[in-house]
T-cell receptor
Framework: AQRVTQPEKLLSVFKGAPVELKCNYS??????LFWYVQYSRQRLQLLLR??SRESIKGFTADLNKGETSFHLKKPFAQEEDSAMYYC????????????FGTGTQLKVEL | GAVVSQHPSWVICKSGTSVKIECRSL??????MFWYRQFPKQSLMLMAT?????????EQGVEKDKFLINHASLTLSTLTVTSAHPEDSSFYIC?????????????FGPGTRLTVL
């Protein structure tokens, strides 16, 4: 069975500081990994997915199969980055069922 | 584009009654819709996967007779919580997936908060 682990419930950083939200997964095959974000009082939305290899809002994430990790990074945190971030895994792609991690609340302080 | 709506956004009902929640894809046709449940300060747990015109596939531990799912069209899926009890109180979220082009991902609804008294 697949599993996604986000070890930090809360991550607090100062504005301008680097951010790294950790995500580790377990899955026997080759999964697709996602990061979703939920801003206050808004719906869950896709931030990025590993197959796209793109940077969204300054965030990047690299899939490390050896370490089974998909950490989310941003070099300089902005106040508007404060939100709940969920790492998710799908066995075969975006249309298949997602297994979510428990989420990390990012708080960017001035 | 790719907007998913849910109705109602908030519902309170008495124990023993049934509640229906609608999930609509407003500007695309969704071949598959998913229903999740989220407890306070916890992650989303997948309840079931529904494909248009066929029976829903429920995750282990989810009572299919308790949580009735109907996906009658490519833009509408409904979740009915039958004979609701206080332990069914939760935040229910749907997502819709089309699987082509820019919609090759799940788009989430805003959620429905159910409180059973």
């Amino acid at each position: 069975a697949q599993r996604v682990t986000q070890p930090e419930k809360l991550l607090s950083v100062f504005k301008g500081a680097p951010v790294e939200l950790k995500c580790n997964y377990s899955y026997s095959g080759s999964p697709e990994l996602f990061w979703y974000v939920q801003y206050s009082r808004q719906r869950l939305q896709l931030l990025l997915r590993h197959i796209s290899r793109e940077s969204i809002k300054g965030f990047t994430a690299d899939l490390n199969k050896g370490e089974t990790s998909f950490h989310l990074k941003k070099p300089f945190a902005q106040e508007e980055d404060s939100a709940m971030y969920y790492c998710a895994l799908s066995p075969t792609g975006g249309g298949n069922k997602l297994t979510f991690g428990t989420g990390t609340q990012l708080k960017v302080e001035l | 584009g790719a907007v998913v709506s849910q109705h109602p956004s908030w519902v309170i009902c008495k124990s023993g009654t049934s509640v229906k929640i609608e999930c609509r894809s407003l500007d695309f046709q969704a071949t598959t819709m998913f229903w999740y449940r989220q407890f306070p300060k916890q992650s989303l747990m997948l309840m079931a996967t529904s494909n248009e015109g066929s029976k829903a596939t429920y995750e282990q531990g989810v009572e299919k007779d308790k949580f009735l799912i109907n996906h009658a069209s490519l833009t509408l899926s409904t979740l009915t919580v039958t004979s609701a009890h206080p332990e069914d109180s939760s935040f229910y979220i749907c997502s819709a997936y089309a699987g082509t082009g820019t919609t090759d991902t799940q788009y989430f609804g805003p959620g429905t908060r159910l409180t059973v008294l």
